[in-house]
T-cell receptor, first 113, second 111 residues
């Protein structure tokens, strides 16, 4: 099993450009999440999807949009990138009941110049 | 979700037990204690979780005090590969299903 797969792994954007970060899981999990992690900081929740067809804001949703395309895929879109969005982005998924916690992807390292 | 307090950093000699404390004095009766770790810049990795009984798995042991206001993650024989940031999180099992991470404890295992 691949677990949680994120693409791309690295990306450099110019201010104002848009892009979509892709995330897919093959564990049949209901819930999926997007976090960002700035240097020396903990993870902050951007958006989450408790089940297919639903999405909700997390702690830091401004400047982002999400789409739960199907049960496997949860994408994060930056419509107009800003330098403040330079960060490492992690996707995660989980099942109910959460006997074994979240499974995280390996991250996307985004730099906005 | 209840908040947690962890020391920002700790050191441990290789081969010795690493004991990582966590305070969660406002934990509710239906909230579990979860531990994750993040090695370098990788995605966080689940370690263990518990409600009120002590738990052990192949990675670690979790000791929760009787009043549930604090817990300790124990890595019985720390190795250099255990150098990481360790996060203690409390949440209800059937809550809105999102983990809120704090800043964690940076554990440095030295030779």
């Amino acid at each position: 099993n691949a677990g949680v797969t994120q693409t791309p792994k690295f990306q450099v954007l110019k201010t104002g450009q848009s892009m979509t970060l892709q995330c897919a899981q093959d564990m049949n999990h209901n819930s999926m999440y997007w976090y960002r992690q700035d240097p020396g900081m903990g993870l902050r929740l951007i958006y989450y999807s408790a089940s297919e067809g639903t999405t909700d804001k997390g702690e830091v949703p401004n400047g982002y949009n999400v789409s739960r395309l199907n049960k496997r895929e949860f994408s994060l879109r930056l419509e107009s990138a800003a330098p403040s969005q330079t960060s490492v982005y992690f996707c995660a998924s989980s099942s109910e009941p959460m006997g074994y916690g979240y499974t995280f992807g390996s991250g996307t390292r985004l730099t906005v110049v | 979700d209840a908040k947690t307090t962890q020391p920002p950093s700790m050191d441990c000699a290789e081969g010795r037990a690493a004991n990582l404390p966590c305070n969660h004095s406002t934990i509710s009766g239906n909230e579990y204690v979860y531990w994750y770790r993040q090695i370098h810049s990788q995605g966080p990795q689940y370690i263990i979780h518990g409600l009120k009984n002590n738990e052990t798995n192949e990675m670690a042991s979790l000791i929760i005090t009787e009043d549930r206001k604090s817990s300790t993650l124990i890595l019985p024989h720390a190795t250099l590969r255990d150098t990481a940031v360790y996060y203690c999180i409390v949440r209800a099992l059937y809550n809105t299903d999102k983990l809120i991470f704090g800043t964690g404890t940076r554990l440095q295992v030295f030779p």
